[in-house]
């Protein structure tokens, strides 16, 4: 039982491919003063999609539309257009895991994925955690003082309630493991570690 809450690469009808070649008409466009309005057509097989494109989606159980280009991302989405800024931009690469949120159940850098990628999908972020009081994972943070700036804590929080729903009778070494997509600058790895096993240990309910 050792597999990670590693930001999963998510595929689509749109590729990285079709979005290059997309942004880089929609420049193209742009610079000779041609239109850019909607333009989507089928080249071998897959959607390319040229100035921007309406989408509908789920995001924390309520159903959206969003009208992205082929360039956003899903964290540029959420931030942007849903005003939901728990998932931070720190590394676009997702090498932080400080912009995990949950897509179709599973957990993915949004800073990695395109937003055009997310139509029909649902998307969960860390502002859905919780209702009237805190989720138990956010109070053992809390608690065990895991956080100093603060930047990396909701990819955190995600991940650890991610790891924990699947795990919930993890060992240390098992959270340590689950939770290495995720990096804190400013060192809180032992409360961090300390939150969570707060909560297998049942001393934090989750
Ligand atoms: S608390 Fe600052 S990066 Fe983790």
């Not at 957990?107 to 937003?115: G, H, K, P, Y």
């Not at 700036?149 to 795990?167: E, N, S, Y």
């Not at 939770?179 to 409360?191: D, F, P, Q, S, V």
């Amino acid at each position: 039982m050792t597999d990670s809450i590693h930001n999963s690469d998510t595929h689509s009808g749109v590729s990285r491919r079709a979005f290059l070649k997309g942004s880089g008409a929609a420049a193209a466009a742009t610079a000779v003063g041609t239109s850019t309005a909607p333009l989507a057509a089928q080249e071998g097989g897959t959607e390319v999609v040229r100035g921007e494109k309406t989408i509908s989606l789920t995001v924390n159980g309520q159903n959206r539309q969003a009208t992205v280009e082929p360039r956003t991302t899903l964290l540029e989405m959420l931030r942007y257009q849903f005003d939901l800024t728990g998932a931070k931009p720190v590394s676009l690469d997702g090498s932080s895991g400080a912009s995990t949120v949950w897509v179709d159940g599973k957990t993915v850098a949004a800073s990695t994925m395109l937003a055009l990628q997310c139509e029909g999908k649902a998307i969960r972020t860390v502002e859905s955690l919780g209702g009237d009081q805190p989720d138990p994972v956010a109070q053992a943070f809390v608690k065990h003082d895991a956080e100093q700036c603060g930047f990396c804590t909701p990819g955190f929080v995600v991940a650890v309630r991610a790891f924990l729903d699947k795990h919930p009778n993890a060992s240390e070494e098992e959270i340590r493991q689950g939770l290495n997509g995720n990096i804190c600058r400013c060192g809180t790895y032992a409360n961090i570690i300390d939150a969570a096993m707060s909560i297998v240990k049942g001393e934090s309910h989750g």
